[in-house]
């Protein structure tokens, strides 16, 4: 046994030095240069077509918006739809503020009138993220501890109420408690509002 791992030691390192030796060679350097250039040319290629297809997705979206506007109707799947794809922000969990000191962060509360299907979400201006709020267990009050004091944010939340769009939109200042007061909305005050907070979070 002892003789089988000393030869197979050997046989390890003898194929590493042919490895390292192959890997030198004009052929494989050539090879492996090939090969970068038709990785990159994918994947320029791919992101070619993952915008073309935002773009097409983004105007067919818009399209539905407009829609459902002259309707004068609509349904929770569909703002989720719309919202989703002019929104430019990234998820992030709560749990990204942790290592922030007890003086940095603060509780945050918002209060809803009555429990119905909603979706509330978190804008931070500079990190270009976001969070959804959960609402506390049988309460009508979404609630978060960790809180980063010095982040410029707002709050985005919307619903469906008798099949209108309704909307919250309101910045956060400071204070611990807010209330989410929702107004009639359309889809094309919620593409203004997304865009004008992209074009504000970029300048």
Same mark, same amino acid.
């Given at each position: 046994?002892?003789?089988?791992? @000393? ?13 390292? $030796? ?6 494989? %350097?050539?090879? *492996? #240069? @090939? ?5 990159? #040319? ?9 915008? *073309?297809?935002?773009?097409?997705? %983004? ?5 539905? =918006? ?22 430019? *922000? ?5 749990? @990204?503020?942790?290592? *922030?000191?007890?003086?940095?962060k603060q509780v945050i509360a918002l209060q809803t009138d009555k429990i119905e299907e909603? /979706? ?14 959960? /609402? %506390?267990?049988?309460? #009508? ?8 004091? +010095? ?5 985005? $939340?919307?619903?469906?109420?008798? =099949? ?5 939109? +309101?910045?956060?200042?400071?204070? +611990?408690?807010? +209330? ?20 504000? @979070? /970029?300048?």
């Amino acid at each position: 046994m002892i003789q089988y791992k @000393r030869e197979l030691k050997k046989w390890q390192k003898k194929q590493a030095k042919q490895k390292d $030796a192959f890997r030198n060679t004009p052929e494989f %350097k050539e090879a *492996l #240069k @090939r090969r970068e250039v038709l990785y990159q #040319k994918n994947l320029d290629d791919y992101k070619k077509a993952v915008k *073309l297809w935002k773009v097409n997705h %983004k105007k067919i979206i818009a399209m539905k =918006g407009d829609d459902m506007d002259k309707l004068g109707v609509t349904t929770k799947t569909q703002m989720d739809n719309y919202v989703f794809t002019f929104n430019e *922000l990234s998820w992030i969990n709560v749990d @990204r503020f942790y290592h *922030l000191s007890p003086q940095e962060k603060q509780v945050i509360a918002l209060q809803t009138d009555k429990i119905e299907e909603e /979706r509330v979400l978190i804008m931070f201006n500079n990190i270009s993220s976001m969070i959804s709020m959960s /609402r %506390k267990k049988n309460s #009508k009050t979404y609630y978060e501890e960790n809180f980063p004091k +010095q982040e410029p944010a707002v709050i985005f $939340a919307y619903k469906v109420v008798d =099949g209108k769009a309704m909307l919250c939109y +309101q910045i956060i200042d400071g204070a +611990q408690k807010y +209330q989410l007061n929702y107004e009639p909305t359309t889809f094309a005050e919620i593409k203004a509002i997304l865009s004008q907070f992209e074009e504000n @979070r /970029r300048s």
